[in-house]
């Protein structure tokens, strides 16, 4: 391997198309964040799973986030799974992650066998998309405290040995609105306790403003515990108490510590994928190909000053 100092990498930087930090983090041997569309930030437009993946294709990300939804409704309409997974994989992206709603955690066993069913048809969908990963939120647990959070590890770990021969992860995802995981504490806990191999965390720039943690806490995290981390921005004239989804915006305009928080992330050694999550309906009133482009221009503006 050929050896260049530092100030020929940079002389040569503009012969890649890469900037000189971009250029420099390579040299370093520091892994560039990867780029993921969740398409709830195009969701306002009514587009079908196949023209969501050429959006996201077009803008130039690495993978898609869909939701499920959108998932049944291609199979209901009568979409072939595996020539869909072709198609995500000849357009140059993965799928990474896929939102879902199942209620794995709730106290009433029934309700919870019934979700642990449904969570699996649906991950046996996701692999033959070439799906990785599936966010499994506190659904049925929001409006109610009072969930035994060791109780809730060991759901979780069922969720896990259910998709273990499946191939796709579930991820427990913060939500601060929740009434039980609205801490990125409260679902540590349950990532840690669930003593399973594949357990991991599912955080979001907005959820954790929401529930009120700081982004310090981040640093707890190590490496693996993070697979995707959904990436937005808040304003500044709205408090924890009143911001809804609807009020995320592009990451860089808002208030949210996004330099200081990709910093600890890289410190970490994440290298997984940042998903623009937006339900911005400003946004979904505009061409679905003119937003996705933005947020991820937006989005690697971020990273670039957090590489400085």
């Known amino acids: 391997m050929i050896n260049l100092s530092r100030r020929s990498l940079l002389a040569g930087a503009t012969i890649v198309g ?16 990867k780029f993921m569309l969740n398409t709830s930030t195009i969701r306002g437009q009514k587009l079908p799973l196949k023209d969501q993946v050429e959006v996201a294709a077009k803008a130039g990300y690495d993978a898609i986030e869909p939701w499920i939804s959108d998932i049944d409704q291609f199979i209901k309409d009568g979409g072939n799974l595996k020539d869909m997974g072709k198609r995500i994989k000849d357009s140059g992206l993965t799928m990474e992650s896929a939102i879902g709603f199942f209620e794995w955690i709730v106290d009433d066993d029934e309700k919870r066998k019934q979700a642990i069913e449904l969570a699996k048809k649906t991950m046996d969908n996701l692999a033959l998309l070439g799906g990785k990963r599936l966010a499994a939120p506190p659904v049925g647990a929001t409006n109610k405290p009072g969930i035994d959070l060791y109780a809730a590890a060991q759901r979780y770990r069922e969720l896990l040995i259910a998709a273990s021969s499946i191939g796709v992860i579930p991820q427990v995802e913060l939500w601060g609105f929740s009434k039980n995981l609205s801490k990125l504490g409260e679902v540590a806990l349950i990532a840690i306790e669930a003593k399973h191999k ?10 954790l403003f929401k529930g009120g943690s700081d982004f310090e806490g981040l640093k707890q995290l190590g490496q693996g515990a993070l697979q995707v981390f959904h990436m ?4 500044k004239n709205l408090n924890s108490t009143e911001i809804q989804d609807k009020d995320r915006v592009y990451p860089g305009d808002g208030i949210a510590p996004l330099t200081s928080m990709l910093k600890t992330l890289r410190n970490n050694g994440f290298n997984g994928f940042l998903s623009l999550e937006l339900f911005n309906r400003d946004y979904w009133m505009q061409d679905a190909n003119l937003v996705a482009k933005t947020g991820l221009e937006k989005m690697k503006e971020v990273v670039q000053k957090s590489l400085s």
């Open 198 to 207: 594949d357990a991991c965390i599912l955080a979001d720039v907005y959820h």
């Open 232 to 235: 937005n921005d808040y304003p």
């Open 18 to 33: 890469l900037s000189g930090t971009e250029l420099l983090a390579f040299a370093d041997n520091k892994k560039p964040f």
